[in-house]
């Protein structure tokens, strides 16, 4: 099974990104984050053979999940703040496979109200994630989750070193998920390796040289990581003309 994971910057502007993407590279699973508007092209990707579902808001995040396969809808909020409105989650059941897509708060700037929203956020997550792991049921848990895990994750750590994805509240949080006994795919194959971005900003020509980020992660519980075959950053879509500033991240399981 392939499953990707693309934060697309609004859908409607990428959406023939996206469907040329999917035409080419053919993922079972496609998790897409920063939807940006309130509908949802879902006949676009069943004439492409994709079921889909989507949790939108105006203007703002959203997140949605395109199969091959059923989907079973579990949960479109994140369990613990009944206040929190944004449309940042989505909990599905796929081929017996928990797949969570998420598009975790930025933060910025640091210590303002949207700091601690992102680490209130963040242990949401951690107490859901503590007990997914407890019921068993194989679970991958995709998207943006804005955080820059550790130096080697950034092309300049001091170009970093007061934004919130740098911080060491939310990178000591992700460790917490590690912890959990959950594999963080792509480093677990390429350890040590430098220079792997998902994000280059639009200025400064980031992405021509290689000025990005690693914050599009894919975390798999034990009895998933044992079936990863691959894991790869796509770069092709982001040097087409008018990209999202992210690339897709995909892995591949037996």
């Avoid at 109200?113 to 503590?130: G, P, Q």
């Avoid at 992660?217 to 790869?232: E, G, T």
């Amino acid at each position: 099974m392939k499953i990707a994971s693309w934060n697309v910057n609004s859908i409607r502007a990428r959406l023939d990104h996206v469907t040329a993407w999917l035409k080419e590279r053919q993922p079972d699973v496609l998790l897409m984050q920063e939807l940006k508007q309130t509908e949802f092209p879902a006949l676009v990707f069943k004439e492409l053979g994709y079921e889909s579902v989507a949790v939108t808001q105006k203007a703002y995040n959203g997140v949605a999940i395109l199969s091959r396969y059923p989907i079973e809808t579990i949960n479109t909020t994140l369990a613990g703040d009944e206040q929190d409105s944004h449309a940042r989650f989505l909990e599905a059941t796929i081929e017996g496979i928990r797949v969570v897509n998420i598009y975790l708060p930025n933060g910025n700037p640091v210590g303002t109200e949207k700091f601690a929203y992102k680490l209130a956020w963040m242990d949401r997550l951690h107490k859901e994630m503590t007990a997914w792991r407890k019921d068993g049921l194989p679970m991958v848990v995709g998207g943006d989750f804005n955080v820059i895990p550790e130096d080697i994750d950034c092309h300049k750590p001091a170009s970093w070193i007061h934004d919130a994805l740098f911080q060491p509240e939310p990178r000591g949080r992700y460790r917490a998920l590690l912890d959990l006994g959950y594999t963080d795919a792509f480093r677990s194959l390429h350890p040590g390796e430098g220079g792997q971005f998902t994000f280059w900003d639009y200025f400064r020509q980031s992405f021509e040289h290689n000025r990005g980020i690693r914050i599009d992660h894919f975390l798999l519980s034990p009895d998933v990581a044992d079936r990863l075959q691959s894991c790869v950053i796509d770069l092709g879509p982001r040097a087409q003309p008018k990209p999202s500033d992210h690339t897709p991240i995909v892995v591949e399981l037996r």
